[in-house]
């Protein structure tokens, strides 16, 4: 076998090993968070190395593909029995560059053996585009004794980067606004009304 044969096989395994990278991300997920949403596959998500606000480490959601329909999520759950029968403030910090979508938060409050939500707040009127600096953002939701589950994470619609840091949790006045909502209860009528949609 020729010499310039035998060097193309290492150039092969690199470029291998380099498109093993690409294909598993360059981000490494952080503990205790994972990777979700309608298009997760097409995102690369974690820890971005010195990239926060403070010059230490930030979480960060970049798109992979040059249009996705759907979203990525960095997410978590925990129990909320610290924080039951109380008002509850979400914080955290966003910066975006080139998001052709939206970015942003979200914070739900679930109950269990039930297919709604207590409450919830993805900041869809007020969520993040284009290219920002670090921003802070606050989810505000009530906690009631028959809460289940508590999630929240950052997620990112359609295309570009986003960071997030320094998220906290907090219990705050009942003054404090909501800035979430709940799931609309059925209206039971009691017989057919308005069927020609005239009233």
């Not at 294909?23 to 690369?44: H, L, M, N, Q, R």
């Not at 840091?165 to 009528?189: A, E, H, R, W, Y």
Request: proline share 4%; no cysteine; hydrophobic share 35%.
């Amino acid at each position: 076998m020729k010499t310039s044969t035998l060097k193309i096989f290492p150039l092969l395994a690199l470029i291998g090993l380099l498109l093993s990278f690409e294909a598993f991300g360059s981000f490494e997920i952080p503990v205790g968070w994972y990777k979700t949403g309608t298009k997760s596959e097409s995102y690369d998500m974690g820890i971005d190395k010195g990239s926060g606000m403070d010059g230490k480490n930030a979480a960060t959601i970049k798109s992979i593909d040059k249009t996705i329909d759907g979203y990525g999520t960095l997410m978590q759950s925990f129990k909320p029995d610290k924080f039951m029968g109380q008002r509850v403030r979400l914080s955290g910090y966003i910066k975006t560059t080139e998001v052709d979508g939206r970015a942003g938060f979200w914070f739900k409050v679930e109950q269990a053996n039930s297919q709604n939500f207590i409450s919830f707040d993805n900041m869809r009127g007020r969520a993040v585009g284009g290219t920002s600096d670090w921003t802070k953002y606050d989810l505000v939701l009530d906690v009631p004794s028959h809460a289940s589950k508590i999630s929240y994470g950052a997620y990112l619609r359609g295309t570009g980067q986003m960071w997030f840091d320094n998220l906290s949790f907090q219990v705050v006045d009942p003054s404090t606004p909501i800035t979430g909502k709940k799931p609309q209860k059925l209206q039971v009528i009691n017989e057919p009304a308005n069927l020609d949609f005239e009233n």
